[in-house]
């Protein structure tokens, strides 16, 4: 899984006995050929090879298989998003090459430095990654201008340049192969700096742990502080929230570090105190730790409190700080706080003397000192120390030192968010001067005089024993803290980055003959980043080996926080497992987060170390396996040799583990290697060798041998062929039974499909042989694997005797014994037949063979219990059953199922006949369990078959579903109409189809077939066979209400798709049990439909007209023309569900409900299940959910159906419409309630506004019904029943409404005539009762399309002007007030106005006003109309 880089294969050659300790250079001449030398090699063989992101040095001798645990690793433990957008941020004016770049370019190009070692660049750059190079350049060198700081618990990465900070927070994701990763994401970012011209100039992540008990060692929150050029030094939350700001010293903060509690690793070592130390160029602050963890808990809980209520708050303890005045140096540019120390006598007399002479009095004992060490110019390095005592600490209360109330830092922050204070006061605060108090003086005891050189950074290690110093000439010098001096010296690592790894010895590592009360050994690692070479590199300490070189980027930083979790003691961390990270590589390029990981072994000594030279070997053979182009001979004598010269029997172990499970060395090779080295243990001591590694080599070889034997078996030779076994009685007959379904099953499943080249059957490799089984206590064991790797084990053992290949009995009899359990040896005959369905169906000898198999490991001895009598469940079938049903392979495992019953059978018979010497007719448990089974599986096949049926082209659904015994009986009762009625939608059946379907299966008609489509009677025909199977989980009701359930489901996945959810209705009517109708449909309301109407029902409110389609879709999750499709359904399910409530005690509206309810006439139907499947457990079905819905209140349904109708006529005619201001507070209080819940409705007389607008509404529905029916007719458009049926709906509507129906009859008269539609008027007209008010109304009409005629007409006539001169006074006048604009179509023909002046005067009674005008009317229009 680990593999290394072709770029790091340098270091695989090089002895670590010898290669780190070449003072003079004498062998970098051998390591750059042999650089040049395996970079070539990897060139010819095709390049480097690329895995996992995990980076692998074998420069201690370990190879690929093992290098996760023995070498240095670098792996990936995070990742940075979003990076872009923190340099956009923090780089507004960013060029990606600008002069400052083109200027580090040359620089770095004319100071390149490889004095030591070559070079370790990418071989195949020029190739491969030109391009790369390119975008690095361009994006990374950003990063270097920012300060950077990572959270010890790297859950809080801060990046900040001049007053701009970005934070950073982990988040955890799943990634598609099902691991997790942890990346870091913008959480804030924004401006830090409240000073005019302050930058931000250092940061650090302080993680403070939680004060709960039941805490285990996480932190509870971060604290980041930040150091600013001004001399403030202020503390945020991670949200960014301003906490403290103190300015403790007047000149720029230079380094901010940290100190934290740690475990002491000896009884008298002294536990150190916690602080934050804070360097300014002439002086040191240190804040007492736990005065400062009280201060930010204080400050935070203000903060929260403060939000949520602008209340006084009370002031946080005062900070406790000490501050030195460090002198004696000329420049200090970074230091590292130790800790307080305390000399020996001899160590204090000494100094005494040399500080004082020779009479100077000592005393007694030593004072404790708190010792610090700064880098920079003149010395190069200073050591100074603070007696305790000498100085008193200073109390510096937050911010401005308010006495009273924390108003300063705090609330200037945050009064912005908060919003306390106002602009003139915040301007105050700002404008204070803060006092600084003066620092105590400290000298410098002793230096590192070079007045050359100058420190750049120090790097404290976390035993406070050593630290690494860098400097401006390019080197890396280790110092020894307690004696002051340098140990060690690294050249050519300019601008080098620094860390430390400590690592603990492991549990068992040690002599035996060592005490186990000793405390475990550490060791300390110098991590060193140069960014000039692009190289991490990891050095022992203290004169140790380089034991780890990385190549990575060249604009990396390395991230080393030098403290934990801030809050601890040894108290509060007894069980607790704090997890930090000690060393991070932050990669700018890919944003990856890297994590070092340094195996104890690797800081012992080369020459003291027998494993180091074990693990010398074990790099030899590891790159031996890895090698491609070894001849077999070879490699057998390379590994014998490596593995008689390991002296270790762990690493023994090892090495011969990565033989094992290497894929190059072939069988004999493996096996020669395995017997030779079991032959030495066996030749050694018995007392001596390892035991554990003497049972591995024996088991190993006993492995090996089975795998050369049964591939033996398996390879075709001249041997002669066994005799057939007999066949067992009764089996042909089961075949001819099922044979009919097992057809139509293979004829659905010998579609092509899609096969990869890893999934094709192929010899085993005996590397996976090995790894899939293994000896436990002298039995031979297979290791539970999932079922792909069973089947690829169970076919190199099985399937040559399946296919007829192999001598069955030679193998049976080698499998028995190898050792292994006819139990196992049983699971895995089962997993290759019945994952290799296709391939047995293939071979028509397949069930015999299998038969013969079943019946001798049947008489292996253990497989069946000898006390089984036949009247008992035996554990061998009960194995070869549970097998069958828990399989989705169907012909399969019925076929399975068939030949184990008949071999159980002659087992029983034949213990039958031993036991009473009669023929007897056998009745046993096992027998009736098989034919449970056997009845099971032939239902599941025919069920298997249907399913498998190709959906139409284009259609939707999901893919095929398989399915089991198991799942049917674990699905519950209507699983098997649940699968059944996801076909039906895949296939795309409509009610009606369905419904000739189950008419035709119940009146047994014989099929159409010169009618029916290939595909529709294929359906037809499964469907009928399943449902003869299953005549109780597939009756009509059932199938049909899954049926309507699962387009509802289907719908509201796609709500787009409206016929789902008219199917889904359409489908709901045609059950016929009212109960199961009622409950289904109570069920789809509340589920799915009552949320998206009440949603619709707002925004219509809201806006006052039919929505757009923007709006639907943002509120209501559908478009405009969903929205109108599903409003429509929403009324056809509301009426369907009142046809089947109670609704004795209303009144009778045809559209709304039927007159007696159809619940109360039928009784409940009881719930069966067919007579295999009575076990069946799980989830309820839906027509058992449906049977359990409470009753519903009729008139609350009739309530929403009054909405539903009113909303879906708005959206149909585009009508503007608030519908919840229809009805009163009643009226709107009980919309979208429980159906069942008795709410409170309206009653009596509403008011007269309210029906006004009732009314109004009502009208526009008939008028906007009106102008489609007169388009639909123009056009030619033939007009559907549904359309028709809006005058009904909005007649019965206005009885609900208590609208006036006849005014909506006489409106709707007018609209048709004003329409031109004279027919369809006059077929309402006959229902209008006041006529007197309809004939005014009428005639008005009649006078405007006649005023058209003779007035406003184009083509008027001379005899035109005749008849309107020859006209009354009266009739002339009234005509010309006549407006015939507002008629749609004035252009009538005038025997159509005739008919209707006649019908105005039949409905006007003799004395009426406008009686006359009519007759006059009708006059003028006869007399028109009689103009040629």
């Not at 580090?104 to 004319?110: D, G, I, K, V």
């Not at 030591?116 to 990418?122: K, L, P, Q, T």
């Not at 800081?603 to 491609?628: F, G, I, N, V």
């Not at 007030?1377 to 039949?1402: F, H, T």
Request: proline content about 5%; hydrophobic content about 40%; glycine content about 6%.
């Amino acid at each position: 899984m680990c593999m290394c880089h072709a770029k790091l294969t340098a270091q695989q050659h090089i002895d670590t006995s010898a290669a780190y300790s070449d003072p003079l250079g004498s062998k970098k001449i051998l390591n750059t050929l042999t650089n040049f030398t395996d970079r070539l090699i990897n060139t010819i063989r095709g390049g480097s090879r690329t895995g996992r992101r995990v980076y692998v040095v074998e420069s201690a001798g370990f190879g690929s298989g093992s290098a996760r645990n023995m070498s240095c690793c670098l792996l990936d433990f995070g990742r940075v998003q979003e990076l872009r957008q923190v340099r956009d941020f923090l780089f507004p004016k960013h060029n990606n090459a600008g002069p400052e770049e083109e200027k580090t370019r040359a620089e770095n190009e004319l100071t390149w430095d490889d004095s030591d070692w070559g070079s370790w660049e990418n071989p195949d750059g020029k190739e491969n990654g030109a391009q790369a190079e390119e975008e690095e350049q361009q994006s990374a060198p950003w990063l270097q201008d920012c300060v950077l700081s990572l959270s010890p618990c790297s859950d809080l990465l801060v990046i900040a340049r001049d007053h701009k900070a970005t934070f950073l927070s982990a988040k955890w994701r799943t990634e598609e192969s099902g691991q997790e990763e942890m990346t870091l994401t913008v959480t804030w970012s924004g401006t830090l700096s409240a000073e005019e011209g302050e930058c931000i100039s250092s940061v650090i992540c302080i993680p403070l742990s939680s004060q709960k008990r039941s805490s285990t060692g996480r932190p509870d929150w971060t604290c980041v502080v930040v150091g600013f050029s001004s001399g403030y030094v202020r503390f945020y939350t991670e949200s960014g929230v301003l906490l403290l700001a103190q300015l403790l010293h007047e000149d720029p903060v230079l380094q901010l570090k940290c100190r934290t509690f740690e475990i002491p690793r000896h009884p008298g070592v002294t536990e150190q105190h916690e602080e934050l130390s804070i360097l300014y160029p002439a002086a040191l602050v240190t804040i007492d730790g736990f005065s400062l963890f009280q201060s930010l808990r204080a400050c935070r809980n203000q903060v929260a409190r403060a939000a949520a209520a602008g209340s006084d708050v009370i002031q946080p303890p005062p900070l406790t700080y000490k501050k030195w005045g460090l002198q004696d140096m000329d420049k200090i540019t970074d230091h590292s706080s130790i800790g307080i120390t305390t000399l020996s006598v001899f160590d204090q007399m000494k100094n005494a003397s040399l500080l004082g002479g020779f009479h100077v009095s000592v005393k007694g004992s030593p004072p404790a000192m708190s010792q610090y060490i700064t880098v920079g110019g003149g010395p190069y390095t200073g050591f100074f120390y603070a007696i305790e005592g000498s100085s008193q600490p200073l109390l510096s209360h937050v911010a401005l030192a308010v006495a009273s109330k924390l108003t300063s830092a705090l609330f200037s922050a945050a009064s912005g968010w908060l919003g306390w204070k106002s602009k003139n006061e915040e301007e105050t605060v700002q404008k204070q001067k803060p006092k600084v108090e003066p620092a105590t003086s400290l000298p410098v005891r002793f230096g590192l005089p070079d007045s050359r050189r100058h420190g750049e950074s120090i790097c404290l290690s976390p035993c406070n024993t050593m630290a690494g110093v860098t400097d401006d000439f390019g080197r890396v010098t280790l110092l020894d803290v307690a004696r002051g001096i340098a140990i060690r010296m690294w050249k050519g690592y300019r601008d080098a980055q620094l860390g430390w790894v400590q690592v603990s010895e492991a549990r068992g590592e040690r002599d035996l003959a060592t005490s186990p009360s000793m405390p475990r050994r550490h060791a300390q690692f110098l991590v060193i980043y140069a960014p000039r070479r692009g190289i991490l590199e990891v050095w022992g300490t203290q004169h140790g080996p380089r034991v780890g070189a990385f190549t990575v980027g060249k604009h990396c930083r390395l991230l080393y926080a030098g403290h934990r979790l801030m809050g601890v003691n040894s108290v509060t961390s007894q069980g607790w497992q704090i997890h930090t990270q000690q060393v991070c590589l932050f990669d700018p390029v890919s944003g990856a987060l890297r994590a070092i990981t340094i195996p104890f072994h690797l800081a012992l000594s080369d020459k003291k170390s027998e494993r180091a030279k074990d693990m010398h070997l074990l790099r030899r053979l590891t790159t031996l396996l890895r090698s491609k182009e070894v001849e077999p001979a070879l490699l057998e004598s390379e590994a014998q040799s490596v593995l008689l010269d390991i002296k270790h029997p762990a690493i023994k172990k090892q090495a011969l583990e990565s033989l094992l499970s290497n894929k190059n060395p072939p069988v004999s090779c493996l096996t020669n290697v395995t017997r030779s080295l079991l032959a030495s243990l066996k030749e050694q001591d018995p007392e001596a060798v390892d035991k554990s590694l003497l049972q591995f080599c024996s088991s190993q070889l006993r492995l090996l041998q089975l795998y050369t034997d049964v591939q033996l078996l398996h390879t075709p030779d001249t041997s002669p062929t066994e005799p057939e076994h007999p066949s067992f009685s009764g089996i042909k007959e089961d075949l001819a039974r099922v044979d009919p379904v097992l057809q139509r099953y293979t004829e659905m499943n010998s579609r092509p499909c899609v096969s990869f080249a890893q999934d094709s059957s192929g010899p085993l490799p005996v590397r996976t042989f090995l790894s899939q089984l293994e000896w436990v206590n002298g039995e031979l064991r297979v290791i539970k694997q999932p079922d792909t790797d069973w089947t690829q084990l169970g076919s190199f053992l099985f399937w040559g005797c399946l296919s007829g290949q192999s001598p069955l009995q030679r193998v049976c009899e080698t499998l028995q014994e190898s050792g292994i359990s006819p139990q196992q040896l049983l699971s895995l005959l089962l997993s290759v037949w019945l994952n290799k369905e296709k391939d047995v169906l293939k071979y028509p000898d397949a069930v015999s063979h299998l038969g013969t198999l079943l019946s001798t490991l049947s008489s292996i001895k253990g497989a069946v219990d000898e006390s089984w009598d036949g009247q008992s469940v035996s554990p061998w079938w009960q194995q070869v059953r549970t097998a069958c049903v828990q399989s989705e392979s169907s012909a399969a495992a019925l076929l399975a199922a068939l030949v184990a019953h008949r071999v159980a059978k002659n087992a029983i018979t034949r213990l039958a006949e031993s036991k009473f010497q009669e023929e007897w007719e056998c009745v046993s448990l096992e027998l009736e369990q098989w034919v449970v089974c056997i009845k099971q599986l032939e239902d599941v096949l025919a069920l298997q078959t249907l399913l498998c049926l190709p959906s139409p082209q284009g259609s939707t659904g999901g893919a095929v579903t398989r399915c089991s015994v198991k799942m049917l009986l674990e699905s519950g009762r209507g699983g098997v109409a649940d699968c059944v009625s996801k076909l039906i939608f895949r296939q795309g059946v409509s009610p009606d189809l369905l419904r000739d379907i189950l008419q035709r299966r119940g009146e047994n008609e014989p099929m159409q077939q010169q009618l029916q489509q290939g595909e529709e009677k294929k359906l037809e025909e499964l469907l009928e066979c399943v449902c003869q199977r299953f005549p109780n989980s597939l009756s009509p009701d059932v199938l049909i209400a899954h049926c309507s359930w699962e387009n509802m489901v289907q719908w509201n996945k796609d709500p787009e798709v409206g016929q789902y959810l008219e199917w889904s209705v359409e489908f709901l009517k045609m059950i016929s049990n009212p109960h199961i109708q009622f409950g289904v449909s109570v069920m789809m309301w509340q589920t799915f439909i009552v949320k998206r109407f009440s949603a619709a029902a707002f925004l219509m409110e809201k806006v006052g007209k039919a929505p757009k389609d923007r709006l639907c879709r943002r509120d209501v999750g559908m478009g405009d023309a969903a929205l109108r499709s599903f409003l429509g359904s929403s009324v056809q399910l509301l009426q369907a569900l009142m046809e089947v409530s109670s609704s004795s005690i209303l009144p009778f509206f045809p559209f709304f409900s039927r007159a007696d309810s159809a619940v109360e006439k039928v009784s409940a139907p009881d719930v069966r299940v067919d007579e295999v499947w009575g076990g069946a457990e799980g989830s309820v079905s839906i027509v058992e959910l449906a049977l359990d819905q409470r009753s519903v209140h009729y008139p609350l349904v009739q309530h929403h159906c009054v909405l539903a109708s009113l909303l879906h006529a708005a959206m149909t005619f585009s009508l503007r419409l608030k519908p919840l201001s229809l009805f009163d507070s009643k009226g709107k209080n009980a919309f979208f309630r429980d159906l069942s819940s008795i709410q409170l409705l309206p009653s009596g007389d509403m008011d007269h506004s309210l029906v006004a607008v009732r009314q109004e509404f009502l009208m526009n529905v008939l008028t906007g019904w009106v102008q489609v029916l007169a388009e639909s007719e123009e056009n030619g458009v033939k007009h559907s029943s549904t359309e028709d049926m809006w005058p009904s709906v909005c007649m019965e509507l206005s009885s609900v409404l208590q609208v006036n129906t006849d005014i909506l009859r006489r409106h709707l008269v007018c609209e048709l005539y004003n329409q031109g539609l004279d027919l369809r008027a006059e077929e309402v007209m006959m229902e209008v009762q006041d006529k007197d008010v309809l004939s005014s109304q009428l005639l008005v009409l009649t006078g405007q399309r006649l005023a058209f005629s003779l007035l406003h007409s184009h083509l008027q006539t001379k005899p035109n002007m005749e008849l309107l001169a020859r006209l009354p006074p009266t009739l002339c006048t009234w005509l010309k007030a006549m407006d015939p604009s507002e008629l749609r179509c004035p252009s009538v023909p005038l025997s159509q106005s005739s008919r209707l002046i006649n019908k105005v005067i039949e409905m006007l009674p003799e004395n009426h006003g406008q009686y006359s005008l009519a007759l006059n009317l009708l006059e003028a229009v006869d007399s028109l109309h009689e103009e040629p």
